[in-house]
């Protein structure tokens, strides 16, 4: 009688069925599960040293005037990324130096506001 075998799609197990290769099919799924297991193991590593899984803090932002003003974060430590909300009407953005690179650094956002008394959350983490 032959021993028809299926591999699930995306996994690579083997759906075992007595009969030739059953113990060898059944080790194979162990090993490939394992191998998914440290690999899973392996990309949690790399996001937790990435920053990730780190909780956002919110920081209020109410300029006394338009144009640029800098927002104290407290993260002490440059952030991997910043989100505005704005809560009133008027705009707050990022300044940039053109190329981008003046948004934060280790302790402050740089920010600019369209008029005085406008209000934001940032988002940072």
């Not at 060898?24 to 996001?47: E, G, K, P």
């Not at 009407?89 to 005085?116: E, H, I, M, R």
Request: aromatic share 8%; charged share 15%; with cysteine.
């Amino acid at each position: 009688m032959a021993v028809t075998r299926t591999v699930l799609p995306r996994k690579g197990i083997i759906q075992p069925k007595h009969g030739d290769n059953y113990e060898a099919d059944l080790d194979q799924n162990w090993l490939t599960i394992d191998n998914l297991l440290q690999d899973a193991q392996d990309v949690q590593a790399a996001i937790g040293a990435a920053g990730g899984g780190m909780s956002p803090t919110e920081i209020g932002a109410t300029p006394v005037a338009p144009g640029n003003f800098i927002v104290p974060h407290g993260l002490g430590a440059v952030p991997f990324g910043a989100i505005i909300c704005m809560t009133s009407g008027g705009a707050v953005w990022f300044q940039t130096n053109g190329d981008g690179s003046l948004k934060w650094d280790d302790t402050n956002l740089y920010l600019v506001a369209s008029a005085a008394g406008v209000t934001a959350r940032v988002l940072v983490w």
